[in-house]
């Protein structure tokens, strides 16, 4: 702020930090409805307050820049050299017309620019000092704002956003283009200050002057002033002083008005503040959408791998697991001719016979391959179906779409196979483990266990298979008699109240392996959304567009009484000498700027 700032003003520049780093940082990458309007308004709120009303505030009294601006072709270079009576900005014949931007200046407004002026102008724009330009006042002769090269466009917005005073140019041929007329409702609805020309009219015309103030009327500018320019053949290259006397008049008289340049700048600043409080709150709610539309794809993602950690879990608990290679193994190992005779004659029997084919021949590996392989294709298979129903529910979700486009997410993992056959090794290990520290804390199992560890590990797993806590009465005809025998021996060995804890153990060790797996498979999507970063939703920002408007408030009823108009220095430019026909006249300048009197 400069020095000597009401701290209204200060209050207002604090709440428009607040607002940009917020802007700045806001983050909109998810394709919801609407959101690359979003964008660009996000870029453009952020522009303007780095290029206009931040440098505005902090310079108050820097020269009021107004931007000559409009179509291709429409005569803004040879208005501007006309108004000046030499020429700064050559006119084009070819397309685009004005390449390079150039900003005219009177040489004693020059150490506001070079990086010290009240617009942060971009790169590109050349300075022209000039003394017939009145201290105070700035012109500028933008780029096409129609032109073939996107560049040009862009940068013509740019500074149209950056201007104070608007000076707008049109021809009788083109002044109903669209192009001009989406920018100039958007002036419009930032009370943006704006003056049409309309060049090139013919003799006998009114009927395109009378439709251009028919379409300034229906689009909120019925109090801009509007300023006729005949057709006319140019003088050395400029339009005669009659034609552009009266623009000329009209800016002579507001660059010898510093109170009317303030006026007028204020106008505009306050218009576009209010833009930034209605663009912060409808980037708050986009904002607000964003996360919405996160947590419905991590919804989607989370409920589709629950639903395949819960198959997993039911299919490695119902006793499904305890069919086919499995059931085949363990019949090998427990030896199926005897198997129901062995549970009649008592465990103990049982016991012996398990403990001398453990000794005889190890068979225990191949129920544990058996095992490893079943658990591992029900692995496969509910992360392939998970897989290929998240990817159904994304790729049809206006968000999560453009998200799967090009990724390979639609199968599980390549990697799927090796990390689920890891993880069944190691639940396998668990169970041993469980197994060596049970029978280390009973006394009388330690010789058993010394060489029935294997054995009684599988048994575990068996059981399991069944159960989540011992075998229950329907459980039994769930499972059969296969992992009977299994629980049968464990209870011999350990006892009922051991198994059934045994048991709930490895259950829980399996899950949590279940989960690490697909959990691993799930994170494939959700790091898509985690590579563009947290999501925030819109209330800080709403909050921040609310002290905007708040300190904006506060900072117009500070502001002192309305300054009266004093003329400054004698300077005019070229036409404005020659009598006022059509020019605003005195005190005619607030009744075309502000909307009261005759256009």
């Given at each position: 702020m400069?020095e000597?700032?009401r701290?209204?003003?200060a209050?207002?520049?604090t709440?428009?930090?607040?607002?940009?780093?917020?802007l700045?940082?806001l983050r909109l990458?998810?394709?919801?409805?609407?959101?690359v309007?979003?964008?660009?308004?996000r870029q453009?709120?952020?522009?303007q307050?780095?290029?206009y009303?931040l440098?505005?505030?902090a310079a108050?009294?820097?020269p009021l820049l107004?931007?000559?601006?409009?179509?291709?072709?429409?005569?803004k270079?040879?208005?501007?050299n006309?108004?000046?009576?030499?020429e700064?900005?050559?006119?084009?014949?070819?397309?685009?017309?004005t390449?390079?931007p150039?900003?005219?200046h009177?040489?004693?407004d020059?150490p506001?620019?070079?990086?010290?002026?009240?617009?942060s102008l971009p790169?590109?724009v050349?300075?022209?000092?000039?003394?017939?330009?009145?201290?105070g006042?700035?012109?500028?002769d933008?780029?096409?704002?129609?032109?073939?090269?996107e560049a040009?466009?862009?940068?013509?917005?740019?500074?149209?956003a950056?201007a104070d005073?608007w000076?707008?140019?049109?021809?009788?041929?083109?002044y109903?283009?669209?192009?001009?007329?989406?920018?100039?409702?958007?002036a419009?609805?930032r009370?943006?200050?704006?003056a049409?020309?309309v060049?090139?009219?013919?003799?006998?015309?009114?009927?395109?002057?009378d439709?251009?103030?028919?379409?300034?009327?229906?689009n909120?500018l019925?109090g801009?002033?509007?300023?006729?320019l005949?057709?006319?053949e140019?003088?050395?290259?400029?339009l005669?002083?009659?034609?552009?006397?009266?623009?000329?008049?009209w800016?002579?008289?507001l660059g010898?008005?510093a109170?009317?340049?303030r006026a007028?700048?204020?106008?505009t600043?306050?218009g576009?503040?209010?833009?930034?409080?209605?663009?912060?709150?409808?980037?708050?709610?986009?904002?607000d959408?964003?996360v919405?539309?996160d947590?419905?794809?991590?919804r989607?993602?989370?409920r589709?791998?629950?639903?395949?950690?819960a198959?997993?879990?039911?299919?490695?608990?119902?006793?499904?697991?305890l069919?086919?290679?499995?059931?085949?193994?363990?019949q090998e190992?427990?030896?199926?001719?005897?198997?129901?005779?062995?549970?009649?004659q008592?465990?103990?029997?049982l016991?012996?016979?398990l403990t001398?084919l453990?000794?005889g021949?190890?068979a225990q590996p191949?129920?544990?391959q058996?095992?490893a392989?079943g658990?591992?294709?029900?692995?496969?298979?509910?992360?392939?179906e998970?897989?290929e129903?998240?990817?159904?529910?994304?790729r049809?979700?206006?968000?999560?779409?453009?998200?799967?486009?090009g990724?390979d997410?639609?199968?599980?993992s390549?990697g799927?196979?090796?990390g689920?056959?890891e993880q069944?090794?190691?639940w396998?290990?668990d169970v041993?483990?469980?197994v060596?520290?049970?029978?280390?804390?009973?006394r009388?199992?330690?010789?058993?266990?010394?060489?029935?560890v294997?054995?009684?590990g599988?048994?575990?797993?068996?059981?399991a298979?069944?159960?989540?806590?011992?075998?229950t009465?329907?459980?039994?005809?769930i499972?059969g008699g296969?992992?009977?025998v299994?629980q049968?021996?464990?209870?011999?060995?350990?006892g009922?109240d051991a198994?059934r804890?045994?048991?709930?153990?490895?259950?829980e060790?399996?899950d949590?392996?279940?989960r690490?797996?697909l959990?691993?498979?799930a994170?494939?999507y959700t790091?898509?959304?985690?590579a563009?970063?947290a999501?925030?939703?819109?209330?800080?920002?709403?909050a921040?567009?609310?002290?905007?408007?708040?300190a904006?408030?506060?900072e117009r009823?500070?502001?002192?009484a309305?300054?009266?108009?004093?003329?400054?220095a004698a300077?005019?430019?070229?036409g404005?000498g020659?009598?006022r026909d059509?020019g605003p006249g005195?005190g005619?300048?607030?009744?075309?700027?502000?909307?009261?009197?005759?256009?």
């Open positions: 400069t000597g700032a701290p209204a003003d209050a207002l520049v709440s428009l930090n607040e607002l940009r780093e917020l700045a940082a990458p998810l394709q919801t409805p609407g959101v309007a979003a964008r660009a308004d453009a709120a952020v522009f307050l780095d290029a009303v440098p505005r505030l108050p009294a820097a107004v931007v000559v601006g409009g179509s291709t072709g429409a005569g270079s040879t208005l501007v006309s108004l000046l009576g030499e700064v900005s050559a006119p084009g014949v070819l397309r685009p017309t390449r390079s150039v900003l005219v009177h040489p004693q020059g506001w620019y070079g990086g010290q002026g009240a617009a790169s590109g050349r300075l022209v000092a000039s003394a017939a330009l009145p201290p006042l700035a012109l500028l933008a780029p096409d704002i129609d032109s073939v090269e040009n466009r862009a940068l013509a917005e740019r500074l149209l950056a005073l000076l707008f140019v049109t021809t009788a041929a083109r109903a283009d669209a192009v001009p007329w989406a920018l100039l409702r958007g419009a609805l009370h943006a200050q704006v049409l020309v060049d090139r009219v013919d003799r006998g015309a009114e009927a395109v002057v439709d251009l103030r028919r379409l300034m009327d229906g909120d019925a801009a002033p509007l300023f006729v005949p057709e006319t140019l003088a050395e290259g400029l005669p002083e009659e034609v552009v006397g009266p623009i000329a008049r800016l002579s008289e010898a008005d109170p009317a340049r007028v700048a204020q106008a600043r306050d576009v503040v209010e833009d930034l409080v209605r663009r912060g709150l409808a980037l708050a709610r986009a904002a959408e964003q919405v539309a947590e419905r794809l991590r989607v993602v989370e589709r791998y629950a639903e395949a950690v198959r997993v879990e039911a299919v490695t608990s119902d006793g499904a697991m069919r086919g290679e499995v059931l085949s193994r363990w190992l427990v030896g199926t001719g005897e198997l129901f005779r062995s549970i009649e008592g465990v103990g029997r016991r012996d016979r001398d453990v000794r021949r190890p191949r129920v544990e058996a095992i392989s658990l591992e294709g029900v692995l496969l298979d509910a992360a392939d998970a897989a129903r998240t990817h159904a529910a994304w049809t979700d206006p968000a999560g779409g453009p998200l799967v486009v990724a997410l639609a199968r599980s390549a799927l196979r090796a689920a056959a069944v090794r190691g396998q290990g041993l483990e469980l060596r520290e049970q029978g280390a804390s009973r009388g199992t330690a010789r058993y266990l010394s060489f029935g294997n054995a009684a599988v048994a575990l797993m068996v059981v298979f069944a159960s989540t806590g011992g075998l009465g329907v459980e039994v005809g499972a296969t992992a009977v299994a049968k021996l464990l209870e011999a060995v350990f009922d198994v804890r045994l048991t709930t153990l490895a259950r060790r399996l949590e392996r279940v690490l797996v959990g691993a498979e994170a494939r790091a898509l959304l985690h563009h970063g999501i925030a939703g819109g209330d800080a920002l709403r921040a567009a609310h002290a905007v408007e708040v904006a408030h506060d009823s500070a502001r002192p309305a300054e009266t108009p004093r003329r400054g300077t005019v430019l070229r404005a020659g009598g059509g005195p005619g300048l607030w009744r075309r700027l502000f909307g009261r009197g005759r256009r």
